[in-house]
């Protein structure tokens, strides 16, 4: 069983348990989201459900429109009855590590308007603790002006070892759907106090987010190597 095929099951289980008609869905971002769309367009299909889609990402907003599923916004649909995302490490009290692509802020803020957020994940992703499995470190979406200053602080507070993101190497930096750079912070102390973390790094000046989704799951679909689900 490929991880391809353990993405597509976890997918299909949770846009089979928690899309209902009548519902505004917030699409997320990555390789996984791709077969929970693809599931959901055959439903919206064959069942005729009405739902309204929220993009994560410039590429969760061509997913909802390559599948011909109804586009929404913030602006008119402020709550979102359920997100479903992907995430790039899971651990043992639900905290993920967000933004391996890039769209931690959005991924964020409309996890922040939904009812449940809930994750889909290949069997790689599920964790005890953060870092365990995920070795590129946390992302923190940054305005480019303040990258350097960010990076000193973080690292004084909390040590570790920071990288500015570039697509290949000795190209520019990564710039994201707002703008920003990311930096992707290579944390050694796996014992910190993830939301204390999480508050403390967005009060830095210049931050406008971290991949750090603390007490914002509900609940997480692992698709296993042998085709299986694990919940949590
Ligand atoms: C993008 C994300 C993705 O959800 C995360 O990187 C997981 O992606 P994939 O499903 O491709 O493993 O946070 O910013």
């Not at 008609?21 to 971002?29: A, K, L």
């Not at 994940?121 to 960010?150: C, F, H, N, Q």
């Not at 759907?177 to 944390?187: A, E, K, S």
Request: glycine share 8%.
């Amino acid at each position: 069983m490929s991880l391809e095929k353990a993405k597509q099951v976890a997918a299909f289980r949770a846009v089979d348990e928690f899309v209902k008609s009548d519902c505004v869905f917030g699409v997320g971002s990555g390789s996984t989201v791709v077969y929970a769309v693809q599931r959901l367009a055959e439903r919206v299909e064959l069942e005729h459900l009405k739902v309204v889609c929220i993009p994560t990402s410039f590429q969760a907003k061509q997913l909802i429109l390559k599948h011909n599923l109804k586009l929404g916004e913030l602006d008119t649909n402020p709550i979102i009855d359920v997100t479903i995302d992907g995430a790039d490490e899971v651990d043992s009290n639900m905290t993920l590590i967000k933004g391996g692509g890039g769209c931690l802020l959005q991924e964020k803020i409309i996890a922040s308007c939904s009812k449940a957020l809930i994750v889909i994940a290949d069997y790689t992703k599920d964790s005890v603790k953060l870092g365990d499995r995920y070795k590129k470190g946390i992302p923190i979406e940054v305005i480019p002006m303040a990258y350097v200053p960010i990076k000193n602080k973080v690292l004084a507070m909390y040590g570790g070892e920071i990288k500015l993101r570039s697509a290949i190497a000795k190209a520019g930096p990564v710039v994201t759907d707002n703008g920003n750079f990311i930096l992707d912070w290579m944390f050694t102390n796996q014992d910190l106090d993830w939301e204390q973390v999480n508050t403390s790094v967005k009060m830095i000046p210049g931050v406008v987010e971290i991949g750090l989704f603390v007490k914002m799951c509900s609940k997480a679909y692992f698709g296993q190597p042998e085709g299986t689900v694990v919940e949590r």
